[in-house]
């Protein structure tokens, strides 16, 4: 919620469209909202719809390719005036799969699963998403039981299709309330600069406290999918400062702040349950 106050007042700040910011207020409450419901879903439910969710996500980002794209670009759905960006919202779910299928002994089901993804961040391109899921999935990889082969294969794969998804240019120019946002909370002042930056920081930490919480009486599917969605969300926050990316929940955009509340959700779901206050 930080990065979402923060980014609202700068976009106020800078004269960005009324409906705009209002858009952004009401995703930001509704996907709170989503993500405190999926918390309180019962693990054995969430374990059990996790394959077929992985499943759905990877059938609906394909689905961006036949969406009128932008100059070759293709990473949203197209729903009206909005453009719905398919990635940041299906990757948390695409992971938590990810993450059953490898502790459910299917590693060659897992592995079908992040090549497919990452085909589709290379299609797409989108280079920033092919390195925040990729990462992600290599921590799921690495944690996981498995074989080495497996793990090494599957491990270059994934790191070559990073590489690849940089060495495509990216022919799109920045928005500066979505990509550019934290180039305008520097310029409404260094205190706001920093409280952008903070605020960001302040993503996957709060995954990370949440999954933190009874940890040592977490599953260890618990652990790994805390542990890769934390990496998810960390690199997605991180990857704009090298590329016109756009940053996840400070600036404008529905899908990153639907999939970072999921990420909270899925995270606070499988966890321990806490007693309840006498």
Request: net charge positive.
């Amino acid at each position: 919620m930080p990065a979402v106050v923060v980014g609202v007042y700068v976009m106020l700040r800078h004269g960005v469209s009324p409906a705009v910011i209002v858009l952004q207020a009401v995703a930001a409450i509704l996907a709170g909202w989503m993500g405190a419901r999926v918390a309180r879903l019962p693990p054995d439910k969430v374990l059990a719809w996790a394959p077929a969710l992985a499943a759905g996500g990877l059938l609906c980002g394909f689905l961006t390719l036949v969406s009128p794209g932008l100059d070759d670009v293709h990473r949203w759905w197209v729903l009206g005036p909005l453009r719905v960006h398919a990635s940041s919202l299906l990757a948390p779910l695409v992971l938590l799969g990810t993450a059953v299928l490898f502790d459910a002994g299917r590693p060659l089901a897992a592995a079908g699963v992040v090549l497919l993804m990452q085909a589709l961040h290379l299609i797409q391109p989108d280079a920033a998403q092919a390195t925040a899921f990729g990462a992600a999935s290599l921590v799921l990889l690495i944690l996981s039981p498995g074989a080495p082969l497996l793990r090494w294969g599957l491990g270059s794969v994934v790191l070559l299709s990073i590489a690849l998804a940089w060495a495509r240019p990216d022919p799109l120019l920045p928005v500066p309330h979505v990509e550019g946002i934290v180039r305008l909370a520097a310029e409404a002042g260094m205190l706001w600069g920093v409280a952008a930056l903070a605020s960001l920081a302040l993503i996957p930490l709060g995954l990370a406290l949440v999954g933190g919480r009874g940890w040592s009486r977490a599953s260890p599917l618990a652990r790994r999918v805390t542990a890769g969605l934390a990496m998810y969300l960390g690199l997605q926050a991180l990857t704009p400062a090298f590329g016109h990316f756009p940053v996840p929940v400070l600036g404008f955009g529905v899908s990153p702040l639907i999939g970072t509340w999921l990420s909270l959700g899925f995270v606070g779901a499988l966890g321990p349950r806490q007693p309840p206050l006498s």
